[in-house]
């Protein structure tokens, strides 16, 4: 929890390039001091302004006074044995969020959350049994990679990947996640390539035609989970507002960069969307779209009724895509002894 001193103060984490020079315009400073702090905040992940000595004293003196910059606290981790941890982050106002670090060899990848909790109501998901608390802001998002990248003491030079795959729909917080995409990108701030960012939506499809429309984009990750409307309702309510034709259709016309191709999620649910039928009809499905698939075996366990299906029927499954040419990777998620996987952060305290 951010001490109740630190409330009466503005936090500067979060806002963007532009308003920090307007800040630095209303202290009586040239633009180009908002471009310092800018870099000093995102790029050398400075916390401290006593520190900011490009700036001058009088300058850093009322920055102090005025304002601090805070990521949201660590309140509780949990590490798997296969190396990720799941951090529950503490945001200002009591909430929590979940993310997760999950280090390689030679890149590590941070899923973060969107929203505290999440309206879309998925039936296989654990977030969905929070119901949505609310939309997080720029700052927060960001701060959970900034959060875990302080904790585990992870150096500027290493490989990172952001995924916007925790809790929430990212599509439904769009101006905050785009926001935090840009920041993250600028090659002052984090310099991640926006490849290397990926926003990963249920199929909120106004919004993924918007994403399709920005400048600089994350890559997309749809979220398919069925092969037929009935299937994917029973699922994903949210299919009701917008069936495959329409989802299908946008993806279709979502603009691809020269060797980008468009992923699709496919949970896979032991007897309920898990056989050879099903496989055919997701390929038909996603004929005409530089698609590739990954499937993900349910991490059974929890108090949801599905289970994970055997192993030679996921292999059957991508047998049938990989013959119908739908680059297809079977992707076990990590993280399952902490319940971090897919679809299974939910803060269980709040
Ligand atoms: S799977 Fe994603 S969109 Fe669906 S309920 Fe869970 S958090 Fe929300």
């Given at each position: 929890m951010i001490e109740t001193a630190k409330l009466a103060l503005g936090n500067l984490?979060?806002?963007?390039r532009e308003e920090l020079e307007r800040l630095a315009e209303e202290c009586g400073e040239p633009r180009y001091r908002g471009r310092q702090l800018f870099s000093a905040i995102y790029?050398?992940?400075?916390?401290?302004?006593?520190?900011?000595?490009?700036?001058s004293r009088s300058l850093r003196a009322l920055l102090s006074s005025r304002f601090y910059i805070g990521y949201p606290e660590v309140r509780e981790k949990l590490r798997s044995r296969d190396g990720s941890i799941r951090y529950l982050l503490a945001l200002a106002d009591g909430e929590s969020v979940e993310s997760v670090f999950m280090p390689e060899e030679r890149r590590t990848t941070l899923c973060i959350s969107?929203?505290?909790?999440?309206?879309?109501?998925?039936?296989?998901?654990?977030?969905?049994?929070?119901?949505?608390r609310r939309n997080i802001a720029t700052g927060e998002i960001l701060g959970q990679v900034y959060s875990m990248l302080a904790d585990r003491g992870v150096e500027k030079s290493t490989r990172l990947n952001v995924v916007f795959m925790g809790m929430g729909e990212p599509l439904l917080n769009y101006a905050a996640v785009m926001k935090a995409s840009r920041i993250m990108a600028d090659p002052a701030g984090l310099a991640i390539p926006a490849r290397r960012i990926t926003v990963s939506t249920s199929g909120v499809v106004p919004r993924i035609r918007d994403l399709g429309r920005e400048p600089a984009r994350p890559k997309l990750a749809v979220s398919l989970n069925a092969s037929s409307d009935e299937q994917r309702e029973a699922l994903m309510p949210l299919n009701r507002k917008y069936p495959l034709l329409e989802l299908l259709s946008a993806c279709r016309e979502f603009p691809l960069g020269p060797r980008e191709r468009l992923t699709f999620e496919y949970v896979l649910l032991k007897d309920i969307n898990d056989s050879e039928a099903d496989a055919r009809r997701v390929a038909s499905l996603l004929s005409g779209i530089r698609a590739k698939v990954n499937l993900i075996p349910y991490n059974s366990?929890?108090?949801?009724p599905y289970r994970t299906p055997a192993l030679d029927r996921v292999l059957a499954f991508q047998s049938v895509l990989a013959a119908r040419r739908v680059p297809t990777f079977i992707r076990i998620s990590r993280g399952q002894d902490v319940r971090a996987a897919c679809g299974q952060l939910r803060v269980e305290s709040g």
């Open positions: 984490f979060g806002l963007a790029g050398k992940r400075e916390r401290d302004f006593t520190r900011l000595t490009g700036l969107t929203q505290v909790g999440c309206a879309v109501d998925c039936r296989f998901c654990f977030t969905a049994l929070m119901g949505l366990g929890g108090a949801l």
